[in-house]
């Protein structure tokens, strides 16, 4: 008597088993409306602007809406580093004025589509593609007395200021204009809607007098 009035239960619980078995999965959070992304890595200067800077960081992150599972759009924030080539600050320098050192980035806010190929999956590749506003900001400096103002630490309370070592900027210039970039990843699921992905992308940013063309590599999570 007591299998058969557990008998309704066990043959529900097969069905939900083969219920949730038949349902397709869903990898790497593609089925979440809204999307977060956060990644780093390094960048190469390519085109015309190679003979200028060497390698250095990049990092970005974006929010966005996931219009399906193959499909999603995001608004993003990217800053480059740019490392000036020391050929290239010798070249800067006058007989009245030496530069020591200089300081450049690159930064951009752009909307990019994202398209994913068998977003089911757990190794998901995908396409993107965007534009939008990028920034180049450059400063020179060289090595100089700098006086430091009188601060109040909660510590240790005022600490007077002084003339220290530091670094004064003999020349800076700031150049914004609109660009795109396109590029291409792999989404690697892991758990709780995320995945990890790995991405290279090409930028390219049409500004006065050099146009800005760098290439990142860059890994980090997708939520």
């Known amino acids: 008597m007591k299998l058969v009035a557990r008998a309704p239960h066990a043959l529900a619980a ?30 190469n200067p390519v085109g015309e602007t190679n003979p200028y800077l060497n390698t250095s960081g990049s990092f970005y992150f974006a929010g966005g809406r996931n219009i399906n599972q193959s499909f999603g759009v995001q608004v993003e924030y990217t800053h480059h580093w740019l490392a000036i080539d020391p050929a290239v600050i010798d070249r800067a320098a006058a007989e009245s004025t030496q530069v020591q050192d200089a300081h450049a980035s690159l930064w951009s806010m752009t909307l990019n589509g994202v398209y994913r190929i068998h977003p089911q999956s757990d190794i998901v590749p995908w396409f993107t593609a965007g534009g939008g506003y990028y920034k180049r900001n450059l400063q020179l400096t060289q ?18 200021g002084g003339w220290a070592p530091g670094e ?16 291409l990843g792999i989404d690697f699921e892991i758990e709780n809607g995320a995945s990890l992905f790995l991405e290279t992308r090409y930028h390219h940013a ?18």
Request: proline share 6%; glycine share 18%.
């Open 14 to 43: 097969v069905a939900v088993g083969l219920t949730l078995l038949a349902a397709p999965a869903r990898a790497g959070g593609y089925y979440h409306k809204g999307t977060f992304v956060l990644g780093g890595g390094f960048n």
């Open 168 to 183: 004064a900027i003999v020349g800076q210039r700031a150049d914004a204009g609109v660009g795109f970039n396109v590029g």
């Open 206 to 223: 049409f500004l006065d007098g050099v146009d800005m063309q760098v290439v990142p590599i860059m890994a980090g999570v997708r939520w």
């Open 143 to 160: 090595n100089a007395l700098v006086y430091y103002p009188p601060i109040w630490d909660p510590w240790w309370g005022w600490i007077d």
